[in-house]
């Protein structure tokens, strides 16, 4: 497809931003979006798992992608998430997706009710057939309670064109490795990001093309500095971040679960003014969290002493 190697490096999940009364503040919105572009991206994520979809209204979740969409204006690529239980609404969201001019969608396999194989297959299968967008699957046992084996990939990037790659996050480099060799062995233009900050430059390393990490939503200068220093073989200062990286899902993502009042007051402390509102049921981060947040930027090189 045309559009299929417009997604690389570093494209993070964008939260969503909300006034108090849990609807789009679209200045907020905005203001991130100027924020996050300017730290040096090459794509953007919108109601991925930390942009809260989970709890929004079908639509407030549509009038959120509009706005992304709109807002962007072709300045980086731009992923939708279209995530549903059911193939049918994912289908309706991903067709809205296409309808407003996003330049991908990503799509988690079904949740809360498991699937067979082969019903995974045809989850996946009936979308590709439906979009004629690029399609990265989100590849999220942790929330899905199942992953997408590498048979059911390797599957799908051979019969299914539309589909363009995989945000693959699991908390192990061996799924990774086996989709980068595995699958990328017939299809070498298959995309695979890693979903957790940390295992971007193993990644990187073993063939992969990028991540998606919520990092580069607040400290940019991490993952990008990563991305870019590999490009350029500086490996020294890839290790170097590398390890200052260690510290987020060390420090930073445990302060709160779900971690979206902690990405959106990490935002505000590295000097961005945005409403740190949350929906039900994730709460805001308390004073005694917020201290421990800001010890933790200070540490990664996000705010200075």
């Known amino acids: ?13 964008v939260p969503t931003v909300f006034t108090k009364e849990g609807k789009l503040d679209v ?3 905005g203001r991130l979006i100027d924020h996050v572009i300017a730290g040096g991206v090459h794509g953007l994520f919108f109601l991925g798992s930390g942009g809260e979809f989970i709890s929004m209204s079908e639509e407030l979740r549509k009038q959120t992608a509009e706005f992304c969409v709109k807002y962007t204006a072709g300045r980086l690529p731009v992923l939708i998430g279209i995530a549903a239980p059911g193939t049918d609404e994912t289908i309706k969201f991903g067709k809205h997706a296409q309808s407003i001019g996003a330049d991908g969608v990503v799509i988690v396999n079904p949740y809360y009710g498991g ?6 297959y045809n989850h996946f299968k009936q979308i590709s057939d439906e979009l004629k967008l690029p399609i990265i699957i989100y590849n999220y046992p942790g929330v899905s309670g199942q992953t997408v084996p590498i048979p059911i990939l390797k599957r799908l990037a051979l019969e299914c064109p539309n589909i363009v ?6 908390d192990t480099m061996s799924h ?3 989709v980068i060799l595995e699958v990328k062995s017939v299809r070498p233009d298959f995309l695979v990001f890693a979903g957790f900050d940390e295992y971007l430059l193993s990644t990187l390393i073993i063939g ?21 220093a590999f490009q350029k073989k500086d490996y020294e200062r890839a290790f170097e971040l590398q390890r200052l990286l260690g510290y987020v899902p060390e420090e930073i993502y445990p302060l709160e679960f779900p971690f979206y009042s902690t990405i959106k007051e990490s935002v505000c402390m590295v000097g961005i003014d945005i409403s740190t509102h949350v929906l039900a049921p994730a709460k805001a981060l ?4 917020k201290k421990l947040l800001k010890a933790s930027l200070i540490k990664i090189g996000a705010l200075k002493e």
Do not use: C, W
């Open 27 to 29: 200045i907020g919105m």
């Open 208 to 228: 992969g093309d990028g991540g998606v990490p919520t990092s580069a939503i607040f400290a940019p200068h991490l993952a990008v500095g990563i991305y870019e």
């Open 286 to 289: 308390s004073e005694e969290k």
């Open 176 to 178: 990774i490795r086996s």
């Open 1 to 13: 497809m045309k559009k299929e190697q417009q997604f690389k490096g570093v494209i993070p999940p």
């Open 115 to 120: 699937v067979g194989e082969e019903n995974l």
């Open 165 to 170: 790659g995989v945000k693959d996050t699991v």
